[in-house]
């Protein structure tokens, strides 16, 4: 459980097809009693580390207490399953950064289909 920053939900998409952008939106709750600054980040772990970030680019905002705040951003799909693990942080009154709570979503590549029939087209060219 969170201390202030308490992560609600990613949305994201279940699956998505390599190479395609993957919005995101990680919603966070400040359950503190007043406005505090709260942050997020998220990584993309698949392969080996160092894994590489999603772009989010307003990654911190000050929040009113028991507000929940969207923080949006994207990701572009590797060829393989991923899972973004979602942090965020609070500000503190010392002018550091606390860690607090932590949240997990796996998506999946999505698989491609063999093509139709209707998929293929013949192009006529008349001959000069």
């Known amino acids: ?6 992560i ?5 998409p279940s699956e998505a097809a390599s190479s395609s952008r993957v ?14 600054g709260m942050k997020v980040a998220a990584t ?3 392969d080996a580390p160092p894994y590489p970030g999603a772009v989010i680019p307003v990654d911190w905002v000050n ?5 929940t705040w969207p ?11 991923l899972t973004v693990r979602a942090k965020s942080f609070w500000y503190g009154a ?10 997990t979503k796996t998506v999946n590549l999505a698989s491609v289909g063999s093509p139709n029939i209707s998929d293929f087209r013949i192009a006529d060219f008349a001959k000069a």
């Open 1 to 6: 459980m969170a201390q202030y920053a308490d």
């Open 8 to 12: 609600i939900s990613i949305d994201a």
């Open 23 to 36: 919005d995101l939106t990680i919603r966070v709750k400040n359950t503190y009693s007043a406005p505090i």
């Open 44 to 46: 993309l772990e698949y």
């Open 63 to 67: 929040v009113d207490a028991q507000a």
């Open 71 to 81: 923080f949006s951003g994207y990701f572009y799909m590797p060829g393989q399953k």
């Open 94 to 103: 010392d002018g550091v950064w606390y860690a607090d709570d932590e949240m």
